[in-house]
Structure formats: structure tokens, C-alpha cells
């Protein structure tokens, strides 16, 4: 089996399965675990790096009007590769190129490598996705022990919320300029770790809204986990969400209840690692 990653978090799920030996060529953000990184990059981007939050989602919405796409496609270095497997998404076109672009691409290639496409939209799903991905190439049963042990983590997890008489209204903000609130899975998390997600959108999409929106939204946590940051950037980031006026009486901010979090790692990407972010925010609910 020689298999093609099209997305980050499909990259981290092939090792956690056992399977990065199969790899054979990534992205350019597969950076879980690091030897993943040193895999062939058949994808770039026209974002540059270091862009501010302000500054990326403006290029993002003049592409999409444009039709342009964010992501590009070495095709002479995936063919050359010979993938039996290709493993893409249509979960977002801002994370990574959609699947119906890869398989056209394998079409006019004249390859033929099978198209699996990792659409998780809840906590659940990403667990049971990561197993149809795992089935898809041809992992064995001590694979499929680990997802054993991630669903067993997060039954205690929500048996452990369950039983708390505290439940704060947490205000998760996924992008921070402008404003986005979570959908997918992060409700679930929030939830699992004994929380009350605020202007969430469970098993759906993550939504921009207004600043007024968040002011009036009674969060007692405020945490901020943006997109493709480490915990570093999350936290200059924090820092500009806390200073605007207009939110000075959030009780969040009032109260001195405001995180920062690395949500590559812990939130965005449908990986085994969301069970850590479980964990992580159940510290900052219930320290």
C-alpha cells in the first residue's frame, strides 16, 4: 500500500494507526508527528505565512469571489509517487484541497489510485472515520485496539461531565478577525469536558459572527483557538480580543477567565489528539 495525504489530520491518523511506513508523500503542513514532515510536499498554498488573521481571511474571501483556489496540487509529483491511496477531504475549502479537485486530477493523470474522503463532522464521527480510513488501508487489529482505547478515554471523559453541578458557558472563538464560532466536533468537546458551548454549531460548520454577539453572549469562559496557530500566536491573539472595548463587560473578561490554546494541536484537526483536547479543556473548565 503507498499512500498520498492530502490533510494533516489524515496524516496524524495513517501514524496513529500504524501506517506511516505507507506514507509517501504529504502536505505541506503535515507536521504530526515530525517525521512526517520529511515526506514528499505534493500541495502548497497561495496564503502567505505569518499573515495576521485580519490579513488571511481577507485573501480567503477575494479568492473564493475570484474562484480561485487556495490550495495547489504538484501533479507531476503525485503521479510519480504511485499512490494506491489518496486521501483527501470535503470538509472545508480552506483547510485543504476538496477531494472532487484530487480526483480529477487522478482522472486526467490516468492514475488509478483509490479517492478516500475524511469528512468528520462530530467528536463520535472523527472516531469512526478514523476507523473507515484504517479499514481503507489495510491496517491491522492492534489499530483498531487504539481506537479502542480513544472511544473508552472518551466515554469516561462524559461520564466524568456528567456528573458535575457546574457547567460554565464556554464562548470557543475559532477565528478571532472577525469573530468565528465553533461548529464540527468542538461543541462536543466542550461538552465532554463538563462545559456549555455558547453561539455553537454542533455537527454543522463553524459561523462568523458579530462582536456584539460575543459582548451579550453571557460567556463565563472565554477561550480562543484560532485556525492553523500554535498556542504562542493564540495567545497575542487573546490578548487583542480581551483589549476590545466592547467587551469589557464580559464576565469572561470581568473575571479573569480568558485562554489561549493550541488548536492545531487539541482542536481543529479530527485527529486522535482531540481526546487530549477534551483534557486540556477540562483543565481550564475545571481547574
Not at 36 to 56: N, Q, S
Not at 105 to 117: E, K, Q, Y
Request: charged share 25%; aromatic share 4%; hydrophobic share 45%.
Amino acid at each position: 500500500m503507498r499512500i498520498v495525504s492530502l490533510l494533516p489530520s489524515a496524516t496524524e491518523v495513517l501514524w496513529h494507526l500504524g501506517l506511516g511506513d505507507f506514507v509517501v508523500g504529504v502536505t505541506f503542513e503535515c507536521d504530526e508527528p515530525a517525521e512526517a514532515g520529511e515526506r514528499p510536499h505534493v500541495t502548497d498554498t497561495i496564503l502567505p505565512a505569518g499573515a495576521a488573521p485580519a490579513e488571511i481571511d481577507a485573501l480567503i474571501k477575494e479568492a473564493m469571489a475570484a474562484g480561485t483556489e487556495l490550495y495547489t496540487l504538484d501533479r507531476e509529483l503525485l503521479a510519480s509517487l504511485e499512490p494506491d491511496l489518496i486521501v483527501s477531504q470535503d470538509l472545508c475549502r480552506v483547510c485543504a484541497l476538496p477531494s472532487g479537485n484530487v480526483e480529477e486530477a487522478v482522472a486526467s493523470l490516468g492514475c488509478a489510485s483509490d479517492v478516500f474522503s475524511y469528512d468528520p463532522m462530530t467528536l463520535d464521527g472523527v472516531l469512526d472515520e478514523m476507523e473507515a480510513l484504517g479499514r481503507a488501508a489495510g491496517a491491522d487489529v492492534d489499530a483498531f485496539g487504539r481506537l479502542d482505547t480513544l472511544r473508552a478515554r472518551l466515554a469516561e471523559q462524559r461520564r466524568v461531565a456528567a456528573g458535575r453541578t457546574e457547567r460554565p458557558k464556554v464562548l470557543l472563538l475559532e477565528w478571532p478577525d472577525p469573530p468565528f464560532t465553533p461548529g464540527h466536533w468542538i461543541p462536543d468537546q466542550i461538552e465532554a469536558a463538563g462545559g456549555e458551548a455558547l453561539l455553537a454549531h454542533p455537527g454543522g460548520r463553524s459561523s462568523g459572527c458579530s462582536w456584539d454577539d460575543v459582548a451579550t453572549c453571557g460567556a463565563d469562559v472565554l477561550i480562543v483557538a484560532p485556525c492553523g496557530f500554535d498556542e504562542a500566536a493564540a495567545e497575542a491573539q487573546l490578548a487583542e480580543v480581551i483589549a476590545r472595548p466592547e467587551l469589557a463587560d464580559l464576565p469572561a473578561i470581568r473575571n479573569g477567565r480568558t485562554h489561549a490554546i493550541d488548536a492545531d494541536a487539541l482542536i481543529v484537526r479530527p485527529g486522535p489528539r482531540l481526546i487530549d483536547g477534551v483534557d486540556a479543556l477540562t483543565t481550564i473548565l475545571h481547574p
